[in-house]
């Protein structure tokens, strides 16, 4: 996909961005029938997809890196979204817990760090590859499953950004061995809101009080110290307090739940 093609897809109508999700989500089950899957985290994205793709495929498999040290609100939420909707669903567990990977690996950082000198990418996070990718990949390739639709949209990052430029909506992945299909890739976040709400789509809790969710312990987004501080203080000063021990640079200071300075 060129630039162009990306540009107007992204500036397309509202009412033609759901057209669009229906038909790569009914041409992805002609193509892989009962070897689709929905890679799903519960998030709001996520579940936008799995709303669409039960129009098609109500039994469609859904795919959950239950990575456990997700909130209490996504699992529950989880949960009952599975026993509501009756999804089929398949509960994926880490390979190494988010504490191994720690020790081995250090904490998260973003995958585009800022630094004096410039940018440096240190790739995708350990804890996200041993606890997400490739126990969700192990899972896939033992179903037989040839293709997974994900939640992923453009305006969530720069590099989700030029990914999508670059390999489009619908591509082989060939680290991977199957296909990776992004329904709602050139949808806004207003956009994800506004069909959620109009169509009265459950939601997980976790908004009322968070921008983002994902894993409690994750430290390689921006902002994260001040969502941890507010939301669980209590692994936000262990997490402050192995960084320290480890020597990562970020544990200079912690911030009160208010989000203030506080001796540390």
Not at 82 to 104: G, R, Y
Not at 154 to 181: P, V
């Amino acid at each position: 996909m060129n630039f162009e093609e990306f540009d107007r897809r992204v500036k397309a109508s509202y009412e033609e961005k759901i057209k669009y999700t229906r038909s790569i989500i009914r041409k992805a089950y002609e193509e892989f029938g009962d070897r689709l899957s929905v890679s799903c985290s519960f998030g709001k994205d996520s579940v936008l997809v799995l709303y669409f793709a039960r129009e098609v495929y109500p039994d469609i498999p859904v795919l959950w890196a239950n990575t456990g040290v997700e909130f209490p609100e996504t699992v529950k939420f989880a949960r009952k979204l599975a026993e509501e909707w009756n999804l089929n669903l398949i509960e994926v567990k880490p390979i190494k817990t988010f504490w191994q990977c720690v020790k081995e690996y250090g904490f998260p950082w973003p995958r585009k760090v800022k630094t004096r000198d410039g940018y440096k990418a240190p790739g995708t996070p350990r804890c996200c590859y041993y606890m997400k990718e490739k126990p969700l990949a192990n899972k896939i390739h033992e179903l037989g499953i040839k293709a997974t639709l994900t939640g992923l949209t453009w305006d969530e990052s720069y590099n989700r950004k030029w990914a999508l430029i670059k390999n489009g909506d619908w591509f082989f992945s060939k680290k991977r061995g199957y296909w990776f299909i992004h329904p709602i890739a050139y949808w806004n976040s207003y956009e994800v809101w506004k069909f959620i709400e109009e169509n009265s789509i459950p939601l997980n809790p976790l908004y009322e009080k968070a921008e983002r969710i994902g894993c409690m312990t994750c430290t390689a987004h921006f902002g994260w110290e001040k969502q941890m501080a507010a939301l669980t203080p209590g692994i936000y000063k262990l997490i402050m307090r192995k960084m320290r021990e480890l020597g990562d640079p970020r544990a200079t200071f912690l911030l009160s739940d208010f989000g203030g300075v506080i001796d540390g």
